[in-house]
């Protein structure tokens, strides 16, 4: 069974820091780029990152540019998202996925170029 499994969630303080894991089983992720997604209540899901196949490309949305950032292990099958100055305004249910091209790093940061997904953990960020 193909399965994505998102921890590391929890509530912290504006400027905090945490670090999100994204454990695979049933498949490898070294073929895979790996998103990271969020969703605030109320509002669309947006991506927040991704990582290449190798882990030598990233990308990241301007908002967590400088103080997110994306790594993977491939020998632990797992990707990992690193926050840093956390700001209330990142407060989401965070999500990581599995683009749907094999093999390929030409993927965009689109919710529909991932098709499998975790089932989220929650960031709180609040004085």
């Known amino acids: 069974q193909l399965q994505l499994v998102e921890s590391g969630g929890g509530s912290v303080q504006p400027g905090g820091s945490l670090r999100l894991s994204c454990a695979a089983s049933?498949?490898?992720?070294?073929?895979?780029?790996i998103g990271w997604f969020r969703q605030a209540p109320g509002k669309e899901r947006e991506g927040v990152s991704w990582?290449?196949?190798?882990?030598?490309?990233?990308n990241y949305a301007d908002s967590v540019k400088g103080r997110f950032t994306i790594s993977r292990d491939n020998a632990k099958n797992t990707v990992y998202l690193q926050m840093n100055s956390l700001k209330p305004e990142d407060t989401a249910v965070y999500y990581c996925?599995?683009?749907?091209?094999?093999?390929?790093?030409?993927?965009?940061?689109?919710?529909?170029?991932?098709?499998?997904w975790g089932q989220g953990t929650q960031v709180t960020v609040s004085s």
């Open positions: 049933g498949f490898t992720l070294d073929y895979y780029v």
């Open positions: 990582i290449s196949m190798s882990g030598g490309s990233t």
């Open positions: 996925a599995r683009s749907r091209t094999f093999g390929s790093d030409y993927v965009g940061l689109r919710v529909d170029e991932f098709d499998v």
